[in-house]
């Protein structure tokens, strides 16, 4: 159950954010961060005059105004994203497909099921069944790479040139450093007269067995709101454990097994 009044919708880069309260199987948490999320399944949901909006949950956001929530989790977890399942009447497309990414050994955020209900200023009202999603971030970095001190970002980029703007820092944001994911744009588009120098120097920054890991997950189970098709939906982690070399990450895919979507097969 959510508690915390009404949100104002606006379609920004730096979305509104309140304090709420969760309450789940008798324990509460509060001053929590709520706040709307993604961009087509909240503004096509809203548009349709539908309520059961995508949210994302941030536990530990306000400690600075509230210390007695510093350090606060819910079973974990610090940040967390609620699915509407907008655009999928199976509701499984987004929890399938994570499982999928795992178990071909592509790093992928757990996701579970959970029955929403909001008091926005009239009572606890149902609305609906949500796809909670762990955000990538602690403790997923611990969980599935051994080491959260890497730097973490959420890119729209297409990498066929560096722009600080195109990769979201999500972490580390006190270090004004993209050093990491510039060297793999640079060694992405070096010279390739020697292809064996080429690949040599891409794979010395950049987990390129991963990433085709990931591609021919993502090209059997048809997901078409990824890479390839829009720059976004995929976050990156400069892993230390891994000499510091970009993994992908898959997000968002509520739009997997749909075939034929956009003109293909």
Request: glycine share 8%; proline share 5%.
């Given at each position: 159950?959510?508690?915390?009044?009404?949100?104002?919708?606006?379609?920004?880069?730096?979305?509104?954010?309140?304090?709420?309260?969760?309450?789940?199987?008798?324990?509460?948490?509060?001053?929590?961060e709520i706040r709307f999320k993604g961009?087509?399944?909240?503004?096509?949901?809203?548009?349709?005059?539908?309520?059961?909006?995508?949210?994302?949950?941030?536990?530990?956001?306000?400690?600075?105004?509230?210390?007695?929530?510093?350090?606060?989790?819910?079973?974990?977890?610090?940040?967390?994203?609620?699915?509407?399942?907008?655009?999928?009447?199976?509701y499984l497309r987004e929890k399938v497909?994570?499982?999928?990414?795992?178990?071909?050994?592509?790093?992928?955020?757990?996701?579970?099921?959970?029955?929403?209900?909001?008091?926005?200023?009239?009572?606890?009202?149902?609305?609906?069944?949500?796809?909670?999603?762990?955000?990538?971030?602690?403790?997923?970095?611990?969980?599935?790479?051994?080491?959260?001190?890497?730097?973490?970002?959420?890119?729209?980029?297409?990498?066929?040139?560096?722009?600080?703007?195109?990769?979201?820092?999500?972490?580390?944001?006190?270090?004004?450093?993209?050093?990491?994911?510039?060297?793999?744009?640079?060694?992405?588009?070096?010279?390739?007269?020697?292809?064996?120098?080429?690949?040599?120097?891409?794979?010395?920054?950049?987990?390129?067995?991963?990433?085709?890991?990931?591609?021919?997950?993502?090209?059997?189970?048809?997901?078409?709101?990824?890479?390839?098709?829009?720059?976004?939906?995929?976050?990156?982690?400069?892993?230390?454990?891994?000499?510091?070399?970009?993994?992908?990450?898959?997000?968002?895919?509520?739009?997997?097994?749909?075939?034929?979507?956009?003109?293909?097969?």
């Amino acid at each position: 159950v959510l508690d915390g009044g009404n949100m104002p919708l606006e379609n920004d880069t730096n979305p509104v954010v309140v304090p709420c309260t969760v309450s789940c199987n008798g324990e509460t948490w509060w001053y929590v961060e709520i706040r709307f999320k993604g961009n087509s399944s909240l503004m096509s949901t809203w548009g349709s005059g539908i309520y059961k909006l995508p949210y994302k949950l941030d536990f530990d956001a306000f400690d600075e105004e509230h210390p007695e929530v510093d350090g606060q989790r819910f079973y974990g977890f610090e940040k967390l994203s609620l699915a509407s399942n907008w655009s999928d009447p199976t509701y499984l497309r987004e929890k399938v497909t994570h499982d999928v990414f795992r178990a071909a050994g592509v790093p992928a955020p757990r996701t579970a099921f959970y029955r929403l209900y909001i008091d926005h200023g009239e009572g606890a009202t149902y609305f609906g069944l949500y796809a909670m999603t762990e955000v990538p971030d602690k403790p997923m970095l611990e969980t599935q790479f051994g080491d959260d001190s890497g730097n973490l970002y959420k890119p729209t980029s297409t990498w066929v040139s560096f722009s600080q703007d195109d990769f979201d820092k999500e972490n580390n944001k006190d270090a004004a450093d993209w050093s990491d994911v510039q060297a793999a744009i640079t060694a992405l588009n070096a010279d390739r007269s020697d292809p064996a120098a080429w690949r040599a120097g891409l794979e010395a920054v950049f987990n390129v067995d991963g990433f085709l890991r990931w591609l021919a997950v993502n090209t059997v189970i048809q997901n078409w709101d990824t890479y390839g098709r829009m720059a976004h939906n995929y976050y990156l982690y400069a892993n230390p454990s891994d000499g510091g070399r970009l993994t992908w990450i898959p997000w968002d895919n509520n739009m997997a097994f749909m075939a034929g979507m956009g003109g293909g097969m």
